[in-house]
């Protein structure tokens, strides 16, 4: 499905909405005028680069805007390379004026950074998180940080949804088994289990936590939410959740969790070896949210015990995760790199929004209100 003209297509759909008019910030997000410094940070695609042309999350592709960056004079310089002091990104840092990055291959904006950046304005994610930029101290400094709200809702949501299965089913030692050359039916179905009847809790029921709830309700689940705003009533009705007020009291209930908040100060470890205890003995785990979210040594714990039955997730604490990260050596885990939200469909809108914003501040004008993370030194009611 490498369709070269499906990104085009879908950023001049997005280019093409209303705007409204910008408001002041301490670093203003008017654009300096003449050429532009514009830094982007992204994975490296490798042989993989030339094989999609839709591919565009990668270094090389370079989120498909390089030629239209170009065409109006911007400077557009795109690398992989991201730690250490002599790395490319910090030569950057110093003059860049807008600084693009993604939580699948982050580079970490720091306080020292912000600090550093005299000429910086503008923080784009190309996709969905931001906790990867100190906010409080782009928010301190006047800076805009922005991503593309929405971009990877589909995408997520249907990977959790995978994982979820992947562990109820035990799937995991079955594939190994089969690439092993190896048959041993009890070694997988002494604890695979029907998904329907079980008691599933989100952990957070904002986009990606809905349209899970969604997915969800042919399974015939029980399925329970908690989340800081509750749901229409019309909304709860028709997929078939309940609202649990209490985290606490909501956890101990599910077969099945699945963490779908963002890391703040109040998620960070939030599931340690206290809370774990708490939940139902072979409970299950899905968190495609964030890595830091989990007590990394609890988790490790808690699969190693049997108190957790299996976790999945694409998320790790840090990213990427070193070659010793002792979640790939616990038991029962069915984890990846960082990719859910990174399916091709996912990086055309990632690509799309990018531009989107970035045409909008070219002229001075405001972007769509959900994807500011901070604005006029004041943070999203999510990271606070």
Not at 283 to 305: E, Y
Request: charged share 25%; aromatic share 6%.
């Amino acid at each position: 499905m490498a369709m070269k003209n499906v990104a085009a297509s879908v950023i001049r759909t997005v280019c093409s909405s209303g705007v409204t008019a910008a408001s002041p910030v301490a670093r203003s997000l008017h654009a300096s005028p003449g050429r532009m410094k514009i830094v982007g940070v992204l994975y490296k695609g490798n042989e993989y680069a030339s094989m999609n042309p839709d591919f565009v999350h990668c270094s090389e592709n370079a989120l498909g805007i390089r030629d239209w960056l170009e065409s109006q004079g911007h400077q557009y310089i795109v690398t992989d390379d991201k730690e250490g002091p002599d790395c490319e990104l910090e030569k950057h840092i110093p003059d860049l004026e807008v600084l693009i990055t993604t939580p699948f291959h982050p580079a970490y904006v720091t306080a020292e950074r912000i600090k550093k950046a005299k000429n910086l304005k503008l923080l784009l994610t190309a996709g969905v998180g931001s906790d990867h930029v100190d906010l409080k101290a782009a928010a301190a400094a006047g800076l805009t940080v922005a991503e593309v709200t929405g971009s990877n809702v589909v995408s997520v949501a249907e990977d959790e949804l995978m994982r979820v299965l992947i562990l109820v089913r035990n799937f995991i030692p079955g594939y190994h088994q089969a690439i092993k050359g190896e048959w041993n039916v009890a070694g997988i179905t002494h604890r695979s289990y029907d998904l329907e009847g079980k008691t599933v809790g989100t952990f957070g029921a904002g986009r990606i936590g809905k349209r899970l709830l969604q997915r969800l309700k042919p399974f015939d689940c029980n399925l329970l939410y908690h989340d800081r705003i509750k749901m229409d009533p019309e909304i709860e009705a028709e997929i078939g959740a309940k609202f649990e007020e209490d985290l606490d009291t909501m956890l101990p209930k599910c077969d099945v969790i699945v963490i779908n908040t963002p890391l703040t100060e109040k998620t960070r470890g939030m599931f340690d070896k206290e809370r774990i205890a708490k939940l139902k003995k072979g409970v299950l785990i899905v968190n495609n949210a964030r890595g830091a979210i989990m007590d990394t040594q609890a988790l490790v714990d808690g699969c190693t015990s049997g108190h957790i039955g299996g976790y999945s997730g694409d998320v790790w604490n840090p990213q990427p995760a070193p070659k010793d990260h002792p979640w790939r050596y616990m038991p029962n885990h069915a984890m990846t790199p960082h990719c859910s939200g990174a399916t091709i469909d996912g990086q055309l809108r990632f690509a799309a929004g990018v531009q989107d914003m970035l045409a909008r501040y070219f002229k001075g004008e405001e972007f769509p209100a959900q994807h500011y993370i901070v604005k006029e030194g004041k943070l999203a009611s999510q990271y606070l």
